[in-house]
């Protein structure tokens, strides 16, 4: 197996969640995080328009495991869009080691307690059950339970996909990898196909773990996906 196909299965099969040592204490890991808005780093140009607000959910990527506050991916995409002059405030609710059951479980809960609506929600889940190597109709199920969810409510979607190893062979891999191309199309979702690309397998991108994005690799990350999320807030009603 290629150097970077071995790097990909490492990070699927080890440190992409940090053990939680139960649903209560991820619930209150979540809890903080919506208590604590991501910080309002400086903008290039004055922000106007439209108060914004980005939620965030998903898993350690979301997290900013093994990053110091402020470097993590959500943080990194506010700090673009209101480099842009946009008036938007991305809260995280990554919760290390959150499999799609664990998002699907807390979705609800983690809408209802926050003070506005958010007008978007990244969502970003799918690491964890390839570590537990989740049936792949588990996980679409979750995923298309929680996009429902955001559906009724109505509030749009962008997802950043995930990808299996092909360790796990060509079935499961073509099952899995099939999910959020095809929910993306199905819910009218934003996609961008796979979280890590351009950052899996470069060194110089990656915690000492071998599995995680350091500040840089957050950085590269965010530079792809603050413009999918700038264009679907530009697409909201301006009122």
């Known amino acids: 197996m290629a150097g970077a196909a071995l790097l990909q299965a490492a990070w699927l099969l080890s440190a992409c969640d940090t053990r939680r040592e139960d649903d209560a204490s991820a619930t209150n890991i979540a809890s903080a995080a919506l208590a604590q808005p991501s910080p309002s780093p400086s903008a290039s140009v004055p922000v106007s328009g439209p108060r914004r607000v980005v939620l965030a959910f998903g898993d350690s990527l979301y997290a900013g495991y093994g990053l110091q506050r402020g470097q993590s991916l959500p943080d990194a995409i506010q700090a673009r869009l209101r480099g842009q002059g946009i008036d938007a405030t991305v809260i995280n609710a990554g919760v290390s080691g959150d499999t799609t059951a664990d ?19 990244m969502l970003g889940l799918g690491g964890n059950d390839v ?16 996009l429902d969810e955001l559906a009724r409510r109505g509030i749009p979607v962008i997802l950043t996909g995930m990808m299996a190893p092909p360790n796990l062979g060509p079935d499961f891999a ?4 099939a999910i ?18 351009g950052v899996l397998g470069n060194r110089t991108l990656m915690l000492p773990d071998g599995v995680h994005p350091n500040a840089t690799g957050v ?14 807030l530009e697409t909201l009603p301006k009122d």
């Open 103 to 121: 998002g699907r479980r807390r979705l609800a809960y983690t809408l209802d307690r926050l003070k506005t609506k958010p007008d978007l929600v």
């Open 131 to 146: 570590l537990r190597q989740v049936d792949p109709a588990e996980t679409r199920a979750n995923m298309t339970a929680m």
């Open 174 to 177: 073509s099952r899995f990898n």
């Open 180 to 197: 959020w191309p095809d929910l993306a199309a199905t819910h009218h979702a934003v996609l961008d196909p796979f979280i890590l690309q």
């Open 219 to 232: 950085a590269r990350i965010a530079d792809r996906v603050a413009p999918l999320v700038g264009k679907g």
